[in-house]
T-cell receptor
Framework: GAVVSQHPSRVICKSGTSVKIECRSL??????MFWYRQFPKQSLMLMAT?????????EQGVEKDKFLINHASLTLSTLTVTSAHPEDSSFYIC????????????FGQGTRLTVV | SQKIEQNSEALNIQEGKTATLTCNYT??????LQWYRQDPGRGPVFLLL?????KEKRKERLKVTFDTTLKQSLFHITASQPADSATYLC???????????FGQGTELSVKP
C-alpha cells in the first residue's frame, strides 16, 4: 500500500518556541492531506485539511495562527505549532489519500510533541 | 450535529471467540464506512471499507455489516487472537473525497 512518512516521531520543545512537523507521501502524489491530534485515550480529532497550492481549511475551534499548515508540493505538507505551550503537548498525525486507490486513507506514524 | 458513537468501554474477550464492535452514527448519510485499527503510539491502519449498497463485507477473519436504516455498522473478528488487541475506529464517509471523522474507538483486548 501507499506510504506516508511523518517526521520527527518525537520532539520536546520549550514553551514559547515553534515546532515544525513534516508529512510526506512517499510513492504517490497527494493533493490533499489531513492533520489530526490525539490526546491520551481519546480519538483522533481532525484539525485541518491541507490543500496543495492553496490555504488549509481548519476545523471549528482550531486556531489557524497557532497551527500553521503549508502544502507546498504534492508530496509534502508541514504543520508548525507556533509559540507552543504545555497544553499543546499531544500526538499529531497526518494522513493522505492516494488518488489512484480507493477512499482509504494512509496515515503517518505520528509525532509525539512534548512542550516543557 | 453529526455524531459517531462506538462502544466506549473496552472489550475483553477470550482467544478464539468472536469480537463484535459497534459503530452508530447520527446526522450522517454516508456512502461509505471505513474501519481502521490503531496500536498505541502509532497511526491508524485501514482495514475494511463497506459501501452503502453493500450489506456485508469480508476479509479473512474480518466481517463488516452496514445497515443504513439502523445507521449502524458492526465489525466482527472471528477466531480472535491476542495480536488482534488494539483500538478499532470507524469512520463514515459521505463522499469519496470527504474528510475522515472518526468515532472515539473501541479498545479490544484478547486474552490467551
Amino acid at each position: 500500500g501507499a506510504v506516508v512518512s511523518q517526521h520527527p516521531s518525537r520532539v520536546i520543545c520549550k514553551s514559547g518556541t515553534s515546532v515544525k512537523i513534516e508529512c510526506r507521501s512517499l510513492d504517490f502524489q497527494a493533493t490533499t492531506m489531513f492533520w489530526y491530534r490525539q490526546f491520551p485515550k481519546q480519538s483522533l480529532m481532525l484539525m485541518a485539511t491541507s490543500n496543495e497550492g492553496s490555504k488549509a481549511t481548519y476545523e471549528q475551534g482550531v486556531e489557524k495562527d497557532k497551527f500553521l499548515i503549508n502544502h507546498a508540493s504534492l508530496t509534502l505538507s508541514t504543520l508548525t505549532v507556533t509559540s507552543a505551550h504545555p497544553e499543546d503537548s499531544s500526538f499529531y498525525i497526518c494522513s493522505a489519500r492516494d488518488p489512484g486507490a480507493d477512499t482509504e486513507a494512509f496515515f503517518g506514524q505520528g509525532t509525539r510533541l512534548t512542550v516543557v | 450535529s453529526q455524531k459517531i458513537e462506538q462502544n466506549s468501554e473496552a472489550l475483553n474477550i477470550q482467544e478464539g471467540k468472536t469480537a463484535t464492535l459497534t459503530c452508530n452514527y447520527t446526522n450522517y448519510s454516508p456512502a461509505y464506512l471505513q474501519w481502521y485499527r490503531q496500536d498505541p503510539g502509532r497511526g491508524p491502519v485501514f482495514l475494511l471499507l463497506i459501501r452503502e449498497n453493500e450489506k456485508e463485507k469480508r476479509k479473512e477473519r474480518l466481517k463488516v455489516t452496514f445497515d443504513t436504516t439502523l445507521k449502524q455498522s458492526l465489525f466482527h473478528i472471528t477466531a480472535s487472537q491476542p495480536a488482534d488487541s488494539a483500538t478499532y475506529l470507524c469512520a463514515p464517509l459521505e463522499d469519496q473525497g470527504g474528510k475522515l471523522i472518526f468515532g472515539q474507538g473501541t479498545e479490544l483486548s484478547v486474552k490467551p
